[in-house]
């Protein structure tokens, strides 16, 4: 091989993974029309097409698909022996891209952010925030953060948050104009705020324990007139007496404490598994990496013990 050849190779991998020059020459921060310039020279120099090239789409081509498998365990090792080096000086650096729903950034990374970056001034974190499953390896990242229960078997997890509990909750405002539910059934007169997954453009069916019995969970399809795939905005909504909210207790303590929402049907509010952060098998974890899992299950310890 040509080391020369190296940057274009990088290019390769960063374009299947987008699936758009435009998307991977923005990652790289250069221009679109360079990139694919790189692009066709590999081609010309490996005398083979690897994409196929419309107006509307990139796709690989069947020769582009089986070297993208070969090359990109490649440039993995390549980028653990730049790693090994970090471990040699004992100092974290480089772009950790992690993956994870809205919902846990706002609860385990945003308000710790600031004295991780103190800690780790040479670590970039990258954040990609949507509530489906994404393909670590494919998609370029390193890890990443979903329920306990959500996770593939085939993942690596490292348990962060402990059990979380979701709660049932309206505004005062909202109970003024509405009484309280006594049982799940009441929640057919209610307003009922419902969350739509941006992946499986699904909407969430409100999943309640049974009294008396621990394993036991009922599955509850509700009517409203709001429907949003924002957790924040859906909160709000809840604030301003526009229905009943059904989300995770953490999210919502603060408005909870100070009397903005009022928690109903506590007896058949659900605890499950807590966040936990996967990654695929490796045989050495990142040091980048490591110092975040043990970031991250520092603060998460002393959350619990509060």
Known sequence: MDPAQLPALVAFV????????????????????????????????????????????????????????????????????????DETRAEPSGTLRINLPRIASELLIIPH???????????????SLDDGFSDLVGEGFDAGIRLGEQLARDMVAVP??????????????YFERFS????????????????????????????????????G???VGTNGTFVTNDLRTMVQAAEHGVGLLHVIEDYIRPQLADGRLVRVLDEWS??????????PGRTQMPLKLRVFVDFLKEKCRMARAR
């Open 270 to 279: 659900l605890t499950f598994d807590g966040f936990s952060l996967y990654m």
């Open 217 to 219: 969970v009922v599955e």
């Open 113 to 127: 952010l600031a004295e991780f970056a103190r800690r780790y001034p040479r670590v970039v974190l990258e954040m």
């Open 180 to 215: 309280k539910p006594a049982t799940p059934s009441d929640l057919t007169q209610h307003n009922c705020l419902r969350y739509r997954f941006s992946t499986s453009r699904g909407i969430y069916r409100w999943e309640l324990a049974q009294p008396g019995q621990p394993q």
């Open 14 to 85: 960063n374009v299947a993974r987008h699936g758009s020059f435009t998307r991977a020459a923005a990652e790289g921060g250069v221009s679109a029309s360079a990139l694919s310039q790189s692009i066709r020279a590999l081609e010309v120099q490996l005398n083979v097409r690897l994409f196929n090239r419309t107006t509307r789409r990139v796709a690989l081509t069947e020769a582009g698909g089986q070297f993208l498998e070969r090359v990109r365990p490649a440039l993995a090792m390549l980028e653990g022996a730049y790693e090994a080096l």
């Open 160 to 173: 962060l948050s402990g059990p979380l509990r979701v709660v049932m909750a309206g505004s005062p405002e």
